[in-house]
T-cell receptor, first 115, second 111 residues
Framework: DAGVTQSPTHLIKTRGQQVTLRCSPK?????VSWYQQALGQGPQFIFQ???????QRGNFPDRFSGHQFPNYSSELNVNALLLGDSALYLC??????????????FGSGTRLTVV | GEDVEQSLFLSVREGDSSVINCTYT??????LYWYKQEPGAGLQLLTY?????DMKQDQRLTVLLNKKDKHLSLRIADTQTGDSAIYFC???????????FGGGTRLMVKP
């Protein structure tokens, strides 16, 4: 049973460019959440998608946007990249309803470097 | 807003017990989690505890929760070099359906 898969694993972008990160949730999960983990820090919640809509959003600017497809996979888009966007981006999937019972499964992340 | 705090670093000798501490502010947390992150990897769920429990044991791992003081701890018995990693505590808020993480505690296990 495949867990959460993310692509690409690494990428390097230039300031001002746009980037798209992809996530396929664990089989049986229909909710996808995205987290940003800057170097030396804990993950910070970006947003969550369920039924192809953004349901919750953390304290991130509108440059961060997302999408969920009918097969529950998701994309994270970041426009006008800044050096400070360099981080590990983690995708987590969960079933609905979750109720927090250990239902979050994390992918290995995409390491984004902005130069 | 919600906040989760952890000490930055812990060093122990192989075979000793490790205790990693965490405090949180959200009084409506329903579950609290411990995750492990090895270099270059994602997050691995170690264990979790429901907020109406005060202790949970899972093999070498013991979680203690003091809800009154909003204090969570993770005890690793017979710590091994393979336990060297960063450990994150996180709380789950049912209303937000999201996790709030601490900054992580780096555990170093010396042979």
């Amino acid at each position: 049973d495949a867990g959460v898969t993310q692509s690409p694993t690494h990428l390097i972008k230039t300031r001002g460019q746009q980037v798209t990160l992809r996530c396929s949730p664990k089989s049986g999960h229909d909710t996808v959440s995205w987290y940003q983990q800057a170097l030396g820090q804990g993950p910070q919640f970006i947003f969550q998608y369920y039924e192809e809509e953004e349901r919750q959003r953390g304290n991130f600017p509108d440059r961060f946007s997302g999408h969920q497809f009918p097969n529950y996979s998701s994309e994270l888009n970041v426009n006008a990249l800044l050096l400070g966007d360099s981080a590990l981006y983690l995708c987590a999937s969960s079933p609905t309803p979750n109720r927090g019972q250990g239902g979050y499964t994390f992918g290995s992340g995409t390491r984004l470097t902005v130069v | 807003g919600e906040d989760v705090e952890q000490s930055l670093f812990l060093s122990v000798r192989e075979g000793d017990s490790s205790v990693i501490n965490c405090t949180y502010t959200d009084s409506s947390s329903t579950y609290l989690y411990w995750y492990k992150q090895e270099p270059g990897a994602g997050l691995q769920l170690l264990t979790y505890i429901f907020s109406n429990m005060d202790m949970k044991q899972d093999q070498r791992l013991t979680v203690l929760l003091n809800k009154k003081d909003k204090h969570l701890s993770l005890r690793i018995a017979d710590t091994q070099t393979g336990d060297s990693a960063i450990y994150f505590c996180a709380d789950y808020n049912n209303a937000g359906n999201m996790l709030t993480f601490g900054g992580g505690t780096r555990l170093m296990v010396k042979p």
